[in-house]
Structures are given as structure tokens and as C-alpha cells.
């Protein structure tokens, strides 16, 4: 009688002698190698490379999405190109240069459009997730950031240069589109909450954030943590942070300040702030483990060497170290067993077990930047 363990093995077989593939998509992920434009595909079991995924042109400011199905990424490069991969077989699948200057995007709810922020023309282009055939292009008149979806078929962002911000419903044959005033001056990034309920704006030109209430029919901005820095100098912005990279924990958001040494912890429902932990640097990402317990904080040059883990009860630093050079991107493992970070001037992948903040492995990496495990997939305004 054969097990259950023996049925999958010997299907798996059958799996490979038809050309398929038995290996399972939700232990992998992509790391960005930005100095070579390629991708280096990583597994999360093993704590190892597993193959390289070149071809892929600038990849400066790269940041990437999956299938729902988690095996292709969409990859979102400086250069403009949106390239289609199949991480399995770790190949590019397509690829086209869709603008002159892209800074992010996303993919719909039923993974059937990716949505693509361009600085350069600006606006928003809408392309089909098989064939990235362009179906929908958005002028703008402007640079537009914070691009994120949310339910309903529908993308949400921000316009940098007129202080709006958009939404695109994707659900009929046209788009629709509502525009929302009032963002405020220069909204440099956006996040969305896992619920898709709240969008809050980033401003680079004005002392607060702007929050939307996704879930009211007619969406309005509300000016949250008004003069949060008031009365004190703004210091010197060498990275604009990424609001992507904020924390929910324990129903607070922890932000960074933009020019300030230190994180704000506001209440998610009432919008008020709850507290501030100073920190080493300026920081850039903000994260929260997934339970929450905890939230890792990296900083802009030239104090980029450093982490700093913030206790989300006690709002208080409780472990500082320096895994090296140029620490740009951190990724949770699914559970927040383990976190990964690409330290780029070391040329090292470092993982380390967040329990006991002992280092587990190194991976080389060539510049390594954003880490992206395909748990994202499943995540929305990831």
C-alpha cells in the first residue's frame, strides 16, 4: 500500500517527466541585485540561493509584486521596464519599457491588471497580467507615488506635484475614477491598511500626514499628526523614508519622521498620537514583526549600518547591532521566525533569528536591495 508521503513523491515524478514542476512557490522569494539588474532567487527552508535571474536592466529602485498563484513577479525598474518572470523557472517572460522613469506598482485583487507609478511621463499605466499587453493609460500632469490596491478591483494613489489623490475601479469594461483633493503638499509615499479600509499620505511639503477612509463612499483627507514636529529643526533629508516599510502593532501605526531621529506611534483608529521612540538615524523602514511584538528599524545614510528593534508595549529600544554597511531592506519570514536583510556594501544577505537576535546565515548577494518573499501575494498593498 502506498503512504501519503510516497503518492506525492511518485507524483511529483510524474510531475517532472511531463515538464512540470513539483517545487512548491511559498518557500521562495526574490531578492533585487540592483547593481547587475538581476533577481537572486532565494528559499526560505534552506536559507540559500537557488538560482539568478538576469536581464532585467535598471534596477535601482526596483520593488515587485506576484501572481496570486505566487509564481511570477512583476518587476517595476528605474529604467521604466516592467519585466514578467516565472520564478520557477527562473527565466524572464516578458518585458517591456513602458516609461521613462517607474517608481513602484501594484496588482489587482484578482490578479488580472498591474498597475504601474511613473515619475517620468507621470500618470499610471494599467497592463494585462498574461501578456502585459497596455490597456489603460492614466495621464496625471504629474509624478504619482504611493500606488497600492485594494479591494474592488481598484488601485489607490497619489499625485506629487497637484496634491491629490486618485482612485482607479477597474471593475466595468472603462475605468472610473475619482479624484480626491486635499492630499497636501509633495505626498511622497503611501500605505494601505491590510483591510484596505485605510490610505495615508506621506507629505514631503507640509508638517502632517493625510489619512482616507476607504470604506465612506466619498473619501475625504484628514489631516493626522498636524505639527508633529513643530518647534524643532528639520534636519537634513539624505533618503526619503517609505511608508510602505511602516508598522500596525498591538493597533498603533509606527511611522517614520521625515527629518527627525525617531519613530511616532498613533492610535489606528482615532488618528492621534500615542507616543515617539527616538532612534539611531532617520529612519527608513519601519516594520513590524508579524505578530506584532516588535518593530525593526533601519536609517538613511550615513548611519545605515545600524538596526534597532523597538518593544511595541514598552515603546523601547530593546536591542541595537550593526550588520553592516548599507542596510537597505528587511523582510519577515511569514511567521516572524527569522528576518532577512540585504546589506548592499557587504554584498551579504544576513538572516537572523528574531527570538535571539543571533545571525543564522549569510548569502551572498551582489548589492543586494529589497527582499520579496511570495507570502506578499497574498497581502494587500504589497
Do not use: C
Request: proline fraction near 4%.
Amino acid at each position: 500500500m502506498m503512504t501519503i508521503r510516497t503518492t506525492a513523491a511518485a507524483l511529483a515524478l510524474a510531475l517532472m517527466g511531463t515538464g512540470a514542476f513539483s517545487q512548491a512557490t511559498g518557500d521562495l522569494g526574490l531578492v533585487v541585485e540592483r547593481a547587475d539588474g538581476a533577481l537572486l532567487v532565494v528559499d526560505q527552508s534552506d536559507r540559500a540561493s537557488i538560482g539568478r535571474i538576469e536581464g532585467l536592466g535598471d534596477l535601482s529602485h526596483a520593488s515587485l509584486v506576484y501572481s496570486p498563484d505566487q509564481r511570477f513577479a512583476y518587476v517595476f525598474g528605474r529604467d521604466g521596464g516592467l519585466t514578467k518572470v516565472d520564478i520557477l523557472e527562473q527565466k524572464v517572460v516578458n518585458r517591456v519599457i513602458q516609461g521613462g522613469n517607474s517608481i513602484g506598482g501594484a496588482i489587482s485583487d484578482d490578479g488580472r491588471f498591474v498597475a504601474v507609478s511613473n515619475y517620468e511621463p507621470g500618470g499610471v499605466k494599467i497592463f494585462d497580467a498574461d501578456t502585459l499587453d497596455l490597456l489603460h493609460d492614466i495621464p496625471a500632469e504629474s509624478k504619482t507615488v504611493g500606488l497600492v490596491d485594494i479591494p474592488g478591483t481598484r488601485f489607490v494613489f497619489s499625485l506629487w506635484d497637484k496634491g491629490e489623490t486618485w482612485i482607479v475601479d477597474l471593475s466595468e469594461a472603462e475605468p472610473e475614477i475619482t479624484k480626491i483633493e486635499g492630499t497636501g503638499t509633495n505626498p511622497y509615499d503611501a500605505l494601505v491598511t491590510g483591510d484596505g479600509r485605510t490610505y495615508i499620505a506621506g507629505l514631503f511639503g507640509e508638517d502632517h500626514l493625510t489619512a482616507f477612509d476607504l470604506w465612506q463612499d466619498n473619501p475625504e483627507a484628514q489631516a493626522i499628526l498636524d505639527g508633529y514636529s513643530a518647534g524643532r529643526e528639520g534636519l537634513p533629508v539624505y533618503k526619503m523614508p517609505h511608508l510602505e516599510g511602516w508598522a500596525l502593532a498591538g493597533g498603533e501605526f509606527v511611522l517614520p519622521a521625515v527629518g527627525q531621529h525617531e519613530v511616532l506611534w498613533v492610535d489606528a483608529k482615532t488618528f492621534e498620537q500615542t507616543g515617539k521612540t527616538e532612534t539611531h538615524g532617520q529612519p527608513i523602514f519601519a516594520m513590524a514583526r508579524p505578530d506584532g511584538r516588535q518593530v525593526w528599524v533601519n536609517f538613511a545614510h550615513p548611519l545605515n549600518d545600524t538596526i534597532q528593534v523597538i518593544d511595541t508595549v514598552t515603546k523601547e529600544i530593546i536591542h541595537e547591532f550593526k550588520p553592516g554597511p548599507g542596510v537597505l531592506h528587511m523582510e519577515f519570514t511569514p511567521r516572524g521566525r527569522e528576518v532577512w536583510m540585504s546589506v548592499r556594501d557587504a554584498d551579504k544577505i544576513m538572516v537572523y533569528d528574531t527570538q535571539t537576535f543571533e545571525k543564522l546565515r549569510e548569502i551572498d548577494a551582489r548589492s543586494p536591495s529589497g527582499i520579496f518573499f511570495t507570502a506578499r501575494a497574498h497581502k494587500l498593498g504589497l
